[in-house]
T-cell receptor, first 117, second 113 residues
Framework: EAGVAQSPRYKIIEKRQSVAFWCNPI?????LYWYQQILGQGPKLLIQ????????DSQLPKDRFSAERLKGVDSTLKIQPAKLEDSAVYLC???????????????FGPGTRLTVL | QQQVKQSPQSLIVQKGGISIINCAYE??????FPWYQQFPGKGPALLIA?????SEKKEGRFTISFNKSAKQFSLHIMDSQPGDSATYFC????????????FGTGTKLQVIP
């Protein structure tokens, strides 16, 4: 079974530029997550999709971050314009999408390391 | 109330020793407590998990101890090996509905030969 794919693996940009990250989840997984992991911290959920609908984006800075999951498969996360504090690893994860008491293991991709100068 | 507090921030253990990482939570709605292991350049991977209806779960050299009344849980790595050197995150979630995971801040474990 292929894992979660992400690209690019590394990105360096100047502040105020825009950047986009791509994620391809495990085949058949209904739920897709984007996390921000700042150095020395645990992952923080930015947005969670169930198929192509958003179920949680409460911690997404919507003035600069946007995400979409067209056709309920691949997803892109965009930052425009980037700030210095956006420097972090952006992790994508996916899961089957079980609810109601059944645990739903998340499988993470390798992440994209973003450096904003 | 959504926080999961984790300690220590870093840990150095000799090969063959026991590594212990502690976590505490506040939200009593959490009912599933996974631990993730993350190697440099990789995403976190599920290591072991526990529900609060049991006080201990063991898988190989990894054991979770759970204290529901204190709202604390810990990971013990027995016979620690250099290959266990990684960052470990505790986490907590409510398994009802869409399962939003709250992660601890992480513990960087180094096992020295």
């Amino acid at each position: 079974e292929a894992g979660v794919a992400q690209s690019p693996r590394y990105k360096i940009i100047e502040k105020r530029q825009s950047v986009a990250f791509w994620c391809n989840p495990i085949s058949g997984h209904a739920t897709l997550y984007w996390y921000q992991q700042i150095l020395g911290q645990g992952p923080k959920l930015l947005i969670q999709f169930q198929n192509n609908g958003v179920v949680d984006d409460s911690q997404l800075p919507k003035d600069r971050f946007s995400a979409e999951r067209l056709k309920g498969v691949d997803s892109t996360l965009k930052i425009q314009p980037a700030k210095l504090e956006d420097s972090a690893v952006y992790l994508c994860a996916s899961s089957w999408g079980r609810t109601s008491g059944l645990t739903d293991t998340q499988y993470f991709g390798p992440g994209t390391r973003l450096t904003v100068l | 109330q959504q926080q999961v507090k984790q300690s220590p921030q870093s840990l150095i253990v000799q090969k063959g020793g026991i590594s212990i990482i502690n976590c505490a939570y506040e939200n009593t709605a959490f009912d599933y407590f996974p631990w993730y292991q993350q190697f440099p350049g990789k995403g976190p991977a599920l290591l072991i998990a526990i529900r609060p209806d049991v006080s201990e779960k063991k898988e190989g050299r990894f054991t979770i101890s759970f204290n529901k009344s204190a709202k604390q849980f810990s990971l013990h790595i027995m016979d620690s090996q250099p290959g266990d050197s990684a960052t470990y995150f505790c986490a907590a979630l409510n398994s009802g509905g869409y399962q939003k995971v709250t992660f601890g801040t992480g513990t960087k474990l180094q096992v020295i030969p």
